[in-house]
């Protein structure tokens, strides 16, 4: 889910581990406030992260360790992009 409000990329375990992300040496040593409360969350540098044809190298992002419904693409992600606009009920990134 694209979340405009969210300041970074916020991955559930399962999609992290899609990623290429390795879950058996997660740390949760960090701590994120969310709408439903403090979660725990570990800090990784992916290899490549992001949509196909917009992928970023050695891209941050924290793995959740709570229930997520669906993992968040935040503004650290969107703001790499040149443009970001909604029209139509369709989000556009332009780089």
Same mark, same amino acid.
């Given at each position: 889910?694209?979340?405009?409000?969210?300041?970074?990329?916020?991955?559930?375990?399962?999609? $992290?581990?899609?990623?290429?992300?390795?879950?058996?040496?997660? $740390?949760?040593?960090?701590? $994120?406030?969310?709408?439903?409360?403090?979660?725990?969350?570990?800090?990784?540098?992916?290899?490549?992260?992001?949509?196909?044809? $917009?992928?970023?190298?050695?891209?941050?992002?924290?793995?959740?360790?709570?229930?997520?419904?669906?993992?968040?693409?935040?503004?650290?992600?969107?703001?790499?992009?040149?443009?970001?606009?909604?029209?139509?009920?369709?989000?556009?990134?332009?780089?």
């Amino acid at each position: 889910m694209w979340d405009t409000g969210g300041t970074g990329v916020v991955l559930r375990e399962v999609n $992290a581990g899609g990623a290429g992300i390795d879950l058996e040496t997660l $740390a949760f040593l960090g701590r $994120a406030v969310t709408a439903n409360g403090p979660v725990r969350i570990a800090s990784v540098r992916t290899e490549g992260f992001g949509v196909p044809g $917009a992928e970023l190298a050695r891209f941050r992002v924290d793995v959740n360790e709570g229930e997520m419904s669906q993992s968040l693409m935040g503004m650290s992600y969107l703001q790499t992009f040149e443009r970001i606009e909604i029209s139509g009920g369709t989000l556009v990134l332009t780089r």
